[in-house]
């Protein structure tokens, strides 16, 4: 069956500090790979996507994503945290960049930043 | 860049009331979604359009209907309104060079 798995529901990091959320997906065909920011009380902002080429694709706001077929995952960082980052980010994973087709989310994890 | 705007931030109805959620999208997508997201639950999707006067059901459509009559707009109709719809309602469109795209959400309460 097709999923995607954010396996932490809840993470907090301090301002300048690193993050890595994870993202582990199950998908039969090739994926295409998306996060986004959603937050509170907003709609969800697209990050960033890959569909093919370099497995490292840069997004918006400083954010990276690094696509490892291998391990089926499609794991989000960044290098230093703002307070501004606090929101819920969700992965997701679907055939065809724009179709119509299903694009299926994980859970989310929520981020809290510290002071 | 591309924008979707939804009619009502906020919305409170009554049971038993007809619902209308507006969603419109000013990149020319042909492809146009409705999403519920409930805390616990994610994003599910109820129903989707891929042209003008073209509907697919999502994995929730039960108690809901849509309309496109044109490219740019994809409405959601709650035909009777439920408690059990209360819920933060997100549209979104894409194309084939485009991504999905969200607009705001409507937080829909119904009494």
């Known amino acids: 069956a097709q999923s995607v798995t954010q396996p932490d529901i809840h993470i907090t990091v301090s301002e300048g500090a690193s993050l890595e959320l994870r993202c582990n997906y199950s998908y039969g065909a090739t994926p295409y790979l998306f996060w986004y920011v959603q937050s509170p009380g907003q709609g969800l902002q697209l990050l960033l996507k890959y569909f093919s080429g370099d497995t490292l694709v840069q997004g918006i706001k400083g954010f990276e994503a690094e696509f490892k077929r291998s391990q089926s995952s499609f794991n989000l960082r960044k290098p230093s945290v703002h307070w501004s980052d606090a929101a819920e980010y969700f992965c997701?994973?679907?055939?065809?960049?724009?179709?119509?087709?299903?694009?299926?989310f994980g859970k989310g994890t929520k981020l809290s930043v510290k002071p | 860049d591309v924008k979707v705007t939804q009619s009502s931030r906020y919305l409170v109805k009554r049971t038993g009331e007809k619902v209308f959620l507006e969603c419109v999208q000013d990149m020319d997508h042909e492809n146009m979604f409705w999403y519920r997201q409930d805390p616990g639950l994610g994003l599910r999707l109820i129903y989707f359009?891929?042209?003008?006067?073209?509907?697919e059901k999502g994995d929730i459509p039960e108690g809901y209907s849509v309309s496109r009559e044109k490219k740019e707009r994809f409405s959601l109709i709650l035909e009777s309104a439920s408690t059990n719809q209360t819920s933060m309602y997100l549209c979104a469109s894409s194309s084939s060079r485009d991504p999905r795209y969200f607009g705001p959400g409507t937080r829909l309460t119904v009494l």
């Open positions: 997701a994973v679907g055939a065809g960049g724009g179709s119509q087709g299903n694009l299926i």
């Open positions: 359009s891929y042209d003008v006067k073209m509907k």
